[in-house]
């Protein structure tokens, strides 16, 4: 699951790594227009791979009913049930599952089973150019992030920040990725009645939607892995980390000039990130003001996005508008 993430980089103390495999020739691109994949329909077949950790059987078998519901056949990738420690299965092998699925031409998009930790490991080992010939969705979040990120930086191809194979699919869920993989268009992301959002600074602001898992976005920080940040709508979100945590991970991205490049900025939910002595501790409500209001862009928290049951399916490298006052995010 998911959360075994954060436990693992507890553990182990690790980092994103994947400077110290073998280097790439390939650089970062920087076509004009974002490549959208082709959209989803009923009868296609998607690949399910696992590029990050492990999972038990058990946890991604109700995916395949999901998948099914949804009209898609499914292709698991060779090494999906291999497992290498904390991983699922050795380096090289979760990156062959990923150049396998894009160079597949019976796949029209592929799904992650598991998050954890393990893709900034492999970004060294994907071969971009066949990824870049090969347009197709590639979905997931927390650790996969990395992927999405670093495969839309160096191709320009939208991925998209969205329920990975274990995650709950529910009703809410299966809705937002039927409207953005199948339908597309304009489409409104806006939070549920039971989940209020805390304006941080009003207004409204277009750009490209960029994010992902924020502990993993400031390991990213100094790799060739990251897209460019100028007039883009940074989305965050995060899982098992305290508020000085996140108050240093924002830290990260100021001191790195990231923060005073975007136009927008969306914190979703921080799940299981309560302090440890509340009392001794700014609340995230404090440090995002203390991180955010001072750009005087629009900024909002609470945006259905990260380790929840219910969460939205975000484009990454799309045109948005956002609006800070009502919380929504308008794909154009």
Not at 8 to 24: D, E, M, S, V
Request: net charge positive; charged share 20%.
């Amino acid at each position: 699951m998911t959360l075994r993430r954060r436990a693992l980089l507890r553990t182990f103390g690790l980092t994103a790594i994947g400077t110290q495999l073998l280097p790439i020739a390939q650089t970062n691109l920087s076509p004009k227009t974002a490549i959208e994949p082709r959209r989803l329909q009923a009868g296609d077949t998607v690949a399910l791979i696992n590029p990050a950790a492990f999972n038990y059987e058990k946890e991604v078998q109700p995916f395949f009913k999901v998948l099914d519901n949804l009209g898609l056949k499914v292709k698991l990738g060779e090494h999906f049930y291999d497992r290498y420690g904390y991983l699922a299965g050795k380096d090289a092998d979760r990156a062959a599952d990923v150049n396998a699925a894009f160079a597949d031409d019976s796949v029209r998009a592929i799904f992650t089973g598991m998050g954890g930790w393990g893709c900034a490991r492999i970004l060294p080992l994907l071969d971009y150019n066949i990824i870049r010939n090969n347009p197709k969705i590639m979905m997931g979040f927390s650790d996969i992030t990395a992927l999405l990120l670093a495969i839309y930086a160096k191709t320009n191809i939208v991925t998209f920040h969205g329920p990975l194979g274990a995650s709950s699919w529910s009703p809410f869920t299966v809705d937002y990725v039927k409207k953005v993989l199948f339908e597309g268009g304009s489409v409104t992301l806006q939070n549920s009645k039971s989940l209020q959002v805390e304006t941080i600074w009003r207004g409204t602001a277009r750009g490209k939607l960029i994010g992902g898992n924020l502990s993993v976005i400031a390991a990213m920080v100094g790799s060739a892995y990251l897209p460019t940040w100028e007039n883009s709508i940074l989305f965050v979100e995060e899982v098992g980390e305290e508020v000085y945590r996140i108050d240093r991970m924002l830290t990260q991205l100021k001191l790195a000039g990231i923060l005073d490049k975007i136009s927008g900025f969306i914190f979703g939910q921080c799940t299981k990130c309560e302090a440890e002595k509340p009392q001794e501790s700014l609340s995230l409500p404090q440090v995002l003001s203390d991180q955010i209001r001072p750009l005087k862009i629009p900024a909002w928290y609470g945006s259905m996005v990260g380790h929840i049951r219910e969460q939205f399916t975000l484009p990454i490298g799309k045109q948005v508008e956002i609006d800070s006052n009502s919380g929504t995010i308008r794909l154009l």
